[in-house]
């Protein structure tokens, strides 16, 4: 298992674990905020090499995913 699917993993665990709307919102900020893991990942795309942005790409739909999922709650 690589780093983005220990990442995806993580932050799938923690959203079911979730008892209260406000549990999900702090799950969403510590992965998709401003400093969130994901943000984070994404904006460390631009030092990898060819290769490895092929693989950490696949993070993108989840933000994309997530950050529309928080406007159907």
Known sequence: MNNS???IQSALD????????SD???VRVKYLGKSGSVTEALKNLSKLSIEEKKIQERLCPVKFFCWNFQYTI
Do not use: S, T, Y
């Open 24 to 26: 999900l919102e702090d």
């Open 5 to 7: 699917d220990q990442l």
């Open 14 to 21: 923690e959203v079911g674990a979730c008892e209260k709307l």
